[in-house]
Nanobody
Framework: QVQLVESGGGLVQAGGSLRLSCAASGSRASIGTMGWYRQGPGKQRELVGTITFGGNTNYADSVKGRFTVSRDNAESTVYLQMDSLKPEDTAIYYC???????????WGQGTQVTVST
């Protein structure tokens, strides 16, 4: 089992920055790709960005050039640096981790990010 705990959400003005963190505990050796998803008001959950254990990243087109996913493998922690935030980035952001041994994936509890105009 893997537990994920996010931190760093909050309220920010448009154009500002926030950094989210997600720390994994439990069976950390089983973790492969980690990443972030978000769910805006009235919307489905969508990909923000992912990062493999080796550091390869993948981003949604809507955040490319503004958001950066990084990770500290020694600490089993993944980060999301969000710059040039827009009101449409307002959402609950969820941390995700995938097992390297199976198709199992784990989710954090979510952290609210609100971008005001």
């Amino acid at each position: 089992q893997v537990q994920l705990v996010e931190s760093g959400g909050g309220l920010v003005q448009a154009g500002g920055s926030l950094r989210l963190s997600c720390a994994a505990s439990g069976s950390r050796a089983s973790i492969g790709t980690m990443g972030w998803y978000r769910q805006g008001p009235g919307k489905q959950r969508e990909l923000v960005g992912t990062i493999t254990f080796g550091g390869n990243t993948n981003y949604a087109d809507s955040v490319k050039g503004r958001f950066t996913v990084s990770r500290d493998n020694a600490e089993s922690t993944v980060y999301l640096q969000m710059d040039s935030l827009k009101p449409e980035d307002t959402a609950i952001y969820y941390c995700n981790a995938r097992s390297i041994w199976s198709s199992r994936e784990y989710w954090g509890q979510g952290t609210q990010v609100t971008v005001s105009t």
